[in-house]
């Protein structure tokens, strides 16, 4: 199984599976000489942690990170990159293999069973393997250390709506994110979705979210023309990850619904002598660069698959039959995706910067 890794001078590969000893990232590329410790990177684990809420699965799996290269430690538990590959571990402590065991010869409708049974003529049935949510854990790792390369740039992820139930953005406020089960930035969206969500979950179902991106700080000029789009990158990185169904990039679909005058980002000359944009259609994009705008995406997440709801299927021998997956799973699994998203972001930002470094020298 091949594809396993992402970027191209800041560059990822995550190994390990759902119900494995461990799994983990390789960060190759980074450069020498930033410092960081490993609670920068414990802390990112920890707001994706499962466990932390009814509203999440239930695994209790502290994914504690184990720093195994690519560093020297100084004093105070401060680490200092070498410029060789980081390696980062994660265990798993609670897995529960037999709960899939009815399941073994079975696909489960809207997962990736029979499309990696179709491609590899084999699969793992215990939480799907390399194909969980599981995986994203390395990401969120990962992203931490791409951080380090990109210090002036702040990138926050918020969940914008949860099934049926959208925020108010005229209550937008970044500092409820990390007040609530949900990530959402509208404290009365939030209180909805909680009534909304416990019912989905005593009913044995599951529902989707969107999630929105904003790095804010980026330069201009990240990016290159036609095959190294900045935006088309970020598209693929948030498009890889598990379950996403759908991105955009700024106003995105609601572009086509709008006139040449509404959809233009106008602009004036600010005091500094950089040009002040009126508004922010492109999401910070155009022609594949960054303007020095917020960079925006946002991307929709399906309902998880595994639900204890029956539902009509096959086996490997083709028989019919019917599939209600127990175990313990997210009702949403778009809410730990928040800061998914942000360490993909992350990764493709500190990439792009570093490719431009290589082609013309420091961002401004």
Same mark, same amino acid.
């Given at each position: 199984?091949?594809?396993?890794?992402?970027?191209h001078?800041?560059?990822?590969?995550?190994?390990?599976e759902?119900?494995?000893?461990?799994?983990?990232?390789?960060?190759d590329?980074?450069?020498?000489?930033?410092?960081?410790?490993?609670?920068?990177?414990?802390? =990112?684990l920890?707001r994706?942690?499962? &466990?932390?809420?009814?509203?999440?699965?239930?695994r209790? $799996?502290?994914?504690?990170?184990?720093?195994? %290269?690519?560093v020297?430690?100084?004093?105070?538990?401060?680490?200092?990159?070498t410029?060789t590959?980081? +390696?980062?571990? !994660?265990?798993?402590v609670?897995? /529960?293999?037999?709960?899939?065991?009815? !399941?073994?010869q079975?696909?489960?409708?809207?997962?990736?069973?029979y499309?990696?049974?179709?491609?590899?003529?084999? #699969?793992?049935?215990?939480g799907?393997? /390399? %194909?969980?949510?599981?995986?994203? +854990?390395?990401? *969120?790792?990962a &992203?931490?250390?791409?951080?380090?390369?990109?210090?002036?740039?702040?990138? #926050?992820?918020?969940?914008?709506a949860?099934? $049926?139930?959208?925020?108010?953005?005229?209550r937008?406020?970044?500092? =409820?994110?990390d007040?609530?089960?949900?990530?959402?930035?509208?404290?009365?969206? =939030? #209180?909805?979705?909680?009534?909304?969500?416990?019912g989905?979950?005593? %009913?044995?179902?599951?529902?989707?979210?969107?999630i $929105?991106?904003?790095?804010?700080?980026?330069?201009?000029?990240?990016?290159?023309?036609?095959?190294?789009?900045?935006?088309?990158?970020l598209?693929?990185?948030?498009?890889?990850?598990?379950?996403?169904?759908? *991105?955009?990039i700024?106003?995105?679909?609601?572009?086509?619904?709008l006139?040449?005058?509404?959809?233009?980002?106008?602009?004036?000359? &600010?005091?500094?002598?950089?040009?002040?944009?009126?508004?922010?259609n492109?999401? @910070?994009?155009?022609g594949g660069?960054?303007?020095?705008?917020?960079?925006? =995406?946002?991307?929709?997440?399906?309902?998880?698959?595994? !639900?204890?709801?029956?539902r009509?299927s !096959?086996? /490997?021998?083709?028989?019919?039959?019917?599939?209600?997956?127990?175990?313990?799973?997210?009702p949403?699994? @778009?809410? #730990?995706?928040?800061p998914? &998203?942000?360490?993909?972001?992350?990764?493709?930002?500190a990439?792009?910067?570093?490719?431009?470094r290589?082609?013309i020298?420091p961002?401004?």
């Amino acid at each position: 199984m091949s594809h396993n890794s992402f970027g191209h001078l800041f560059r990822v590969t995550t190994f390990g599976e759902s119900h494995g000893p461990a799994i983990g990232a390789v960060v190759d590329g980074c450069p020498p000489r930033l410092t960081f410790s490993r609670d920068d990177v414990q802390a =990112a684990l920890d707001r994706r942690r499962p &466990g932390q809420s009814r509203f999440t699965t239930q695994r209790k $799996e502290p994914d504690e990170v184990e720093i195994l %290269s690519g560093v020297i430690e100084e004093q105070a538990g401060r680490l200092t990159t070498t410029g060789t590959p980081i +390696a980062l571990l !994660i265990r798993n402590v609670d897995q /529960r293999s037999k709960d899939y065991s009815n !399941i073994a010869q079975s696909y489960r409708p809207g997962h990736a069973d029979y499309a990696y049974d179709a491609k590899y003529g084999v #699969r793992d049935h215990r939480g799907g393997g /390399r %194909s969980s949510a599981r995986e994203t +854990a390395s990401r *969120v790792a990962a &992203g931490a250390i791409a951080r380090l390369v990109i210090p002036g740039v702040a990138i #926050r992820g918020a969940l914008v709506a949860m099934g $049926e139930i959208e925020i108010d953005r005229s209550r937008w406020d970044w500092s =409820a994110v990390d007040s609530n089960p949900f990530f959402c930035p509208d404290p009365v969206a =939030a #209180r909805e979705m909680e009534a909304y969500l416990d019912g989905i979950r005593k %009913s044995g179902s599951s529902v989707g979210a969107t999630i $929105e991106i904003v790095a804010e700080g980026a330069p201009a000029g990240l990016g290159a023309p036609i095959y190294g789009k900045l935006d088309a990158d970020l598209a693929a990185a948030l498009m890889s990850i598990n379950a996403v169904k759908g *991105v955009e990039i700024g106003a995105g679909m609601a572009a086509s619904r709008l006139t040449g005058e509404q959809n233009a980002d106008e602009m004036r000359l &600010g005091p500094d002598g950089r040009p002040v944009f009126l508004s922010n259609n492109a999401g @910070g994009v155009l022609g594949g660069i960054s303007t020095g705008q917020p960079i925006v =995406a946002r991307f929709a997440v399906k309902p998880t698959s595994s !639900i204890l709801t029956p539902r009509r299927s !096959i086996d /490997r021998s083709g028989a019919e039959v019917d599939v209600s997956t127990k175990g313990r799973h997210d009702p949403c699994v @778009g809410i #730990r995706a928040v800061p998914v &998203g942000e360490a993909m972001m992350a990764c493709v930002l500190a990439d792009h910067a570093l490719r431009h470094r290589g082609q013309i020298g420091p961002s401004a």
